[in-house]
């Protein structure tokens, strides 16, 4: 049971360099999540997705884009890197809003980008 | 603007005592309450949530306590070990559709053998 599988797990891009995060998940769940972690930032919501063909913007999506042709995939895409998106990234997917009711967000183990 | 706090950094604690973590929120439309532990080079794993009807959850060494007067909820681990030592994010959420967790910056816990 893979449950969340983010492909790739590192990558290094040169400033301006563009470049896909996917995120896959097999539990049917209808929402999912973009995440980028930070030190001494915490968890912030880049984008996410209440169900196929839906996204919507989160608190930092400036920089990126999403698509969510699939139900199972939920794809990140940098167009331009910029240093500035060196950062952890996690994918989640919930049965509910927020995890609600069930009270959790399943995540992925994360991809490490780093941009020079 | 921060709406789910967590103020302290990191917190060391003996194993075998009481593992306190904090978190204050702003935000008063705020009804769902969860806590997310993770280890180094893993993702975020649910560990307890709460909803804002109750004001004590408990589950195993695991309890969280909301106060909605104060804004406030804390984590207690008991008896803490050292497999605890990890991050733990607060988490909270306002019911919708299109709800979103809004996570906290963390708080790093080790547990001293």
């Known amino acids: 049971n893979a449950g969340v599988t983010q492909t790739p797990k590192f990558r290094v891009l040169k400033t301006g360099q563009s470049m896909t995060l996917l995120c896959a998940q097999d539990?049917?769940?209808?929402?999912m999540y973009w995440y980028r972690q930070d030190p001494g930032m915490g968890l912030r919501l880049i984008h996410y997705?209440?169900?196929?063909?839906?996204?919507a913007k989160g608190e930092v999506p400036d920089g990126y884009n999403v698509s969510r042709l699939k139900k199972q995939n939920f794809l990140l895409g940098l167009e331009s890197a910029a240093p500035s998106q060196t950062s952890v990234y996690f994918c989640?997917?919930?049965?509910?809003?927020?995890?609600?009711?069930?009270?959790?967000?399943?995540f992925g183990e994360g991809s490490r980008l780093t941009v020079l | 603007d921060q709406q789910v706090k967590q103020n302290s950094p990191s917190l060391s604690v003996q194993e075998g005592r009481i593992s306190i973590l904090n978190c204050d929120y702003t935000?008063?439309?705020?009804?769902?309450f969860l806590w997310y532990k993770k280890y180094p080079a893993e993702g975020p794993t649910f560990l307890i949530s709460?909803?804002?009807?109750?004001d004590k959850n408990e589950d195993g060494r695991f309890t969280v306590f909301l106060n909605k007067s104060a804004k406030h909820l804390s984590l207690h681990i008991v008896p803490s070990q050292p497999g605890d030592s990890a991050v733990y994010f607060c988490?909270?959420?306002?019911?919708?559709?299109?709800?979103?967790?809004?996570f906290g910056k963390g708080i790093t816990l080790s547990v001293r053998p």
């Open positions: 989640a997917s919930s049965y509910e809003a927020s995890g609600r009711g069930t009270g959790e967000l399943f």
């Open positions: 539990m049917n769940h209808e929402y």
């Open positions: 997705s209440v169900g196929e063909g839906t996204t």
């Open positions: 935000n008063s439309m705020f009804d769902y």
């Open positions: 709460i909803s804002s009807i109750k």
């Open positions: 988490a909270a959420s306002v019911a919708g559709a299109n709800s979103k967790l809004t």
